[in-house]
């Protein structure tokens, strides 16, 4: 089994992308009374200690959330009510994972499917996650997880997708995974985080591609970048493919990653890119 633990990577400008878009999701969906589904496939422990020796050997969050929460991103209203729920956890040094965000946001009549595979993982994430009737906690594989709960019941819903990404088979395993689930649920949404790497790392493209060859509604990217790419090793930016993206959903990413990429800049080379690959039907 690998030995990938997110402790050290925890608030990082990845997280908050990939947080600011599972937020927009989430209350996009509570706009109707109807019960919906959350599904994570790599779950992880479920909240971040920041006081930890992994947070601290990276401090990769002092760049990415921290830098978000001094700004003055908070006079987006869009963005404010999830910087109030972030500091919330900044206040006693933790950071809140997709997992523990998706519970506090979710009602009471919501379900969450919560999947994780690491032995060392899955126990953290059942004490963090532990006295709530809502919380199915699945100890297996995330992507054969995924095509096994799909779909879910209530039959609306979400599942976000975010694996290591640290053999280059987790690629081809999220396409093959998603490509299962589509069919066997063209209902839901399915967001799917992936990493910019190095150039001669980066399988991005690749990916982003192979999903928009899906036979699926419409496809929305959303990525940005903070560094300049470097050529062997690194990650200077992420994205989010959002399948079956709800209405709207791009004005509001319009919104808010001009100000997102400006705060966690690192370099002049900074960018954010919002492109429709499906367009939606």
Known sequence: MLSYKHGFHAGNHADVLKHI????????????????????????????????????????????IVSLSESTIAEIPLIAPYLELVKSGLASQTYLGSPKLAQELLRSQDQ????ELHNNE???????????????IHHRDGFEG????????????LALIDPAY???????????AVASSVAKWPVGIFAIWYPILAAERDRSEWLTRKLAELPVKNLLIS??????????????GSGMAIINAPYQLDKQLEQILPSLTQTMA????????????????
């Not at 990525?223 to 200077?236: A, R, W």
Request: hydrophobic share 35%; glycine share 4%.
């Open 21 to 64: 878009v599972l937020f927009l999701l989430i209350e996009k969906l509570k706009q109707k009374d109807k019960p919906f589904s959350y599904i994570d496939t790599h779950s992880a422990a479920g909240i971040y200690d920041l006081t930890s020796d992994e947070a601290n050997k990276t401090q990769e969050y002092q760049s990415g």
């Open 112 to 115: 969450l499917n919560l999947i």
């Open 122 to 136: 899955i126990r953290e994430l059942k004490r963090n996650m532990r006295g709530d009737d809502r919380v199915s």
């Open 146 to 157: 995924l095509v096994a709960i799909t779909p879910p019941k209530p039959a609306r819903g």
């Open 166 to 176: 640290e053999v280059k088979d987790d690629y081809a395993q999220v396409v093959k």
């Open 223 to 236: 990525e940005m970048c903070v560094s300049e790419q470097e050529t062997e090793f690194g990650m200077h």
């Open 266 to 281: 690192q370099d002049a080379a900074a960018y954010h890119k919002l492109e429709w690959l499906v367009q939606p039907s």
